[in-house]
């Protein structure tokens, strides 16, 4: 089992910046990847970013350029620097460790963070 314990949600004004962090506890040995997906209201969940274990990372379009995952190992914390926010960020963000065990990933998650964006 791992657990998954999220900060740093709250409310910005559009061109704010917060930063949320995700700190992880348990069977870490076997995680995979670690990442951030959010959902606003009406939709489907969706992927922000991910690290890859050995460093890789992904980000969806929307946040290229803006939003900045990483983490420390030696917290097991990863974290999503998040600037230049917009009035469509706004949602529940979610932090997210994978692991594979025999190859079949298993997923793990936050109790998730309020992020909203407004003037």
């Known amino acids: 089992q791992v657990q998954l314990v999220e900060s740093g949600g709250g409310l910005v004004q559009p061109g704010g910046s917060l930063r949320l962090s995700c700190a992880a506890s348990?069977?870490?040995?076997?995680?995979?990847?670690m990442g951030w997906y959010r959902q606003a209201p009406g939709n489907q969940r969706e992927l922000v970013a991910n690290?890859?274990?050995?460093?890789?990372?992904n980000y969806a379009d929307s946040v290229k350029g803006r939003f900045t995952i990483s983490r420390d190992n030696a917290k097991n914390t990863v974290y999503l620097q998040m600037n230049s926010l917009k009035p469509e960020d706004t949602a529940v963000y979610y932090c997210?460790?994978?692991?594979?065990?025999?190859?079949?990933?298993?997923?793990?998650w936050g109790q998730g963070t309020q992020v909203t964006v407004s003037s």
């Open positions: 997210n460790a994978r692991r594979l065990v025999f190859g079949t990933p298993i997923d793990y």
């Open positions: 348990g069977s870490i040995f076997s995680i995979n990847s």
């Open positions: 690290i890859i274990s050995g460093g890789k990372t």
